[in-house]
Every structure is written in structure tokens, then in C-alpha cells.
């Protein structure tokens, strides 16, 4: 078995060759207008992460997925729950301490949640140089980037759309509404430089009801379950490459002014 919670402590104990790496999916409990349901972001994390450990067992396991995130954005839409930045990192930090206690010093945050991206930045710093455990995070769409471009319909998606919701066909089919897929019901309501959709952007704090009526981007009446299997095979294989790689280098943390003791 690949994940720590199928395990009991003495088949985890057992394990050979050890456990050096732990993947800890991380995504939001959060609205998806009426095409997805709100655990899609999590959920999909933790199938990329359960299909990677199984890959690279036993010196690679899964641990269960933080279904919360930072949802802020995404508040006035009713059902998601969001959790701050602080809460966020304290959890996931003593998630990695107590996994280095276990032996294992290398974690990858495997994210379902374009919101986390920011803080995922940070934490992974403070546990190399303050805790000493080599970390990383990634994100399926930006690891198949390339196939997205491809297979994107419109230009504003990213949420609810016709990528997230093939995907979602491909991984996570329970939480797909066929029945119910709506185009994005956009407000394009942008003032200078504020369309991060656009060259040259800033950076701008905006809701996400203030962005679409519906709590959709994109079209997920174009999604196909084909393309979701695409998509979501090519961020599997390149995230396992990643980890592979990640896994069994020697230790690039050095000595030098840290790591730091909290």
C-alpha cells in the first residue's frame, strides 16, 4: 500500500526499503459553481499523489490530503469553508516534523489549488531552513501546462471549466454534474493592468463573485473525458519524474546559518 493511513504503524514499520519521501496533497473545500462539487481540488490532489506513491513504493508514501485552503476569494459563494495562511502552515509544518521524526526529510505538497500557491512558497522555504526537511510543491497545471494549451476552449479558465472539469471526469467522476455544466457567466469589470488574463498585469486582490456571477470560468460543456485522461496522465508522469529525482538525491541543505530551530 502506498498511503500512510492504509497502513497499520507495525506494516509501516515494516516497510522496505524505508520511506524517504511523503507526498501530502493539499487543495480547498470550495464552490465550483454548479459543475463540479466543492472537495474537487483536494480530491484531485490526492488521486495525482496516491497514483505517485504507488508508483515509486515503498520509498515514497502518500499521507492523507488538508481538504481546506485559502478560500477567501471565494466566500460569497455558499458551502466553502477557507482557512488562513498561519493555520495552513502550522498544520502542515507539524505534518512534516512528525513525518521527519519517522525518518522521512523530504516532502512534496501535491496542491489541487491555485490559492495555496503563495503560501506553499513559503512554507517549503521555512521547512528547509528552519526545520531542515527538504520540500517542494507541485501543481498539475502547471506540470502539464503544455497539454492545457492544447486543450483550453476559452481564455479566461482555470476554475469550474472545461480543464478543471475534464480532469475531474478523469480522476474524480463521482464529483462531476453532468447534467448541470454551465459556461462561466464572466463580469468583465477590469480596471488598467488588472486582468491577470493579460500581459504586464499587477497584482490585485478581487473576489471571485465580483468575477463571474456564477463561480465559473471557462466552458464545462466543452470538457471531455478524453482530454481530463490526457491532461491528468501527462501531470501524473511528469510529477513522478520529479519525485523520482527528488527521492534520491543526497540532501542539498546546508549548515550554513541554519537550518534555523523554531
Known amino acids: 500500500m502506498s498511503s500512510i493511513h492504509d497502513l497499520t504503524t507495525t506494516e509501516f514499520a515494516g516497510l522496505s526499503p524505508r520511506p524517504v519521501l511523503a507526498l501530502i496533497p493539499v487543495g480547498a473545500t470550495e464552490q465550483h459553481g454548479p459543475n463540479l462539487a466543492m472537495g474537487v481540488d483536494w480530491r484531485i490532489a490526492q488521486a495525482i499523489a496516491t497514483k505517485v506513491a504507488a508508483a515509486l513504493a515503498p520509498t515514497v508514501v502518500a499521507t492523507p ?119 462561466g457567466d464572466l463580469i468583465e469589470d477590469y480596471g488598467v493592468l488588472e486582468d491577470n488574463y493579460q500581459p504586464f498585469a499587477a497584482g490585485v486582490v478581487r473576489s471571485f463573485a465580483s468575477r463571474t456571477r456564477n463561480g465559473v470560468f471557462g466552458d464545462a460543456t466543452r470538457a471531455t473525458s478524453e482530454s481530463g485522461t490526457e491532461i491528468s496522465a501527462v501531470a501524473i508522469e511528469r510529477t513522478t519524474d520529479f519525485v523520482r529525482d527528488f527521492a534520491r538525491r543526497p540532501s542539498r541543505l546546508t549548515d550554513r546559518g541554519g537550518p534555523w530551530t523554531s
Do not use: Y
Not at 82 to 104: E, N, Q, Y
Open 65 to 183: 490530503p488538508l481538504p481546506f485552503g485559502l478560500s477567501a476569494h471565494h466566500m460569497d459563494f455558499p458551502g466553502t469553508i477557507s482557512i488562513g495562511a498561519d493555520a495552513f502552515r502550522a498544520v502542515l509544518t507539524d505534518v512534516a516534523r512528525s513525518l521527519a521524526v519517522h525518518g522521512i526529510t523530504k516532502v512534496v505538497f501535491v496542491n489541487g489549488h491555485r490559492g495555496n500557491e503563495n503560501v506553499l512558497g513559503v512554507l517549503i522555504t521555512e521547512l528547509a531552513h528552519q526545520h531542515g526537511i527538504e520540500a517542494a510543491s507541485t501543481f498539475w497545471m502547471t506540470q502539464a501546462s503544455d497539454v492545457i494549451a492544447r486543450h483550453r476552449a476559452t481564455e479566461r479558465w482555470g476554475h469550474a471549466c472545461e480543464i478543471e472539469t475534464a480532469v475531474a471526469m478523469a480522476l474524480t467522476e463521482d464529483l462531476v454534474r453532468p447534467d448541470a455544466l454551465e459556461a
